[in-house]
């Protein structure tokens, strides 16, 4: 397991505030209230340990598959359903969402290889990410990815606590099946528009792995 680079800021005004908090707590408080100072290390060491563990990168072995479409993240699938795209297509596509919870990895990853021929930031609201028009109003960042096979829209989410998402990615750029592509922190979801007649693989509720559940077959 790695730490992710966008962590490193965040872990790092954590632990100074561990420290800062630990440091007053046992220097004025620990010798006349000794059970509150235990309490405050062990409620600041939890946030922390769980600080660092958002920014986690666990080491995996990625599904590379050229008829598949794999999890670009983490999370429980909330959305298995056909939708009017208004953004990109224009006509119905098939849309599989998967929720990132705090304590899941939030790394986000390719599902396919291909080009990429759209790339768009859209400013939004924080509505909580399993809200139904969170994929429309929230804040957001859309790629499509052009396969042989088909193309494929994904969209990075921002959630109630998610304030900040990140896209590595650029037009004309080619990318690889499970690389990385974007983060996002603190809570979110990524959908996924598939051509209409693309194979499901997943069921509602299911928990999935980023870059290694199959979530669709090209048909």
């Not at 119905?92 to 986000?108: C, D, E, G």
């Not at 396919?112 to 929230?138: C, D, F, M, R």
Request: hydrophobic content about 45%.
């Amino acid at each position: 397991m790695t730490i992710h680079r966008e962590g490193y800021t965040s872990i790092g005004i954590a632990a100074l505030a561990f420290g800062i908090i630990n440091l007053l707590s046992f220097t004025f408080i620990s010798s006349t209230l000794p059970w509150l100072a235990a309490v405050l290390f062990a409620i600041t060491l939890f946030l922390f340990l769980f600080i660092v563990s958002f920014f986690r990168v666990p080491n995996r072995t990625h599904t590379i598959d050229d008829n598949a479409i794999v999890a670009p993240a983490d999370g429980k699938v909330v959305v298995i359903e056909e939708v009017v795209d208004e953004e990109y297509y224009k006509e119905k596509r098939l849309q599989i969402s998967v929720f990132m919870s705090p304590a899941n990895v939030h790394v986000n990853r390719n599902p396919i290889t291909g080009k990429v021929v759209y790339n768009q930031y859209h400013k939004g609201k924080y509505l909580v990410a399993w809200h139904p028009k969170s994929s429309t109003e929230n804040e957001r960042w859309s790629v499509v990815v052009e396969h042989p096979k088909g193309s494929v829209l994904y969209k990075q989410i921002a959630g109630a606590l998610a304030k900040r998402i990140c896209n590595y990615l650029q037009v004309g750029q080619s990318v690889q099946q499970t690389e990385e592509y974007g983060f996002i922190k603190f809570g979110s979801r990524v959908d996924l528009l598939l051509p209409i007649n693309a194979k499901v693989e997943v069921k509602m509720g299911q928990v999935v792995k980023g870059g290694v559940t199959v979530l669709a077959t090209w048909s």
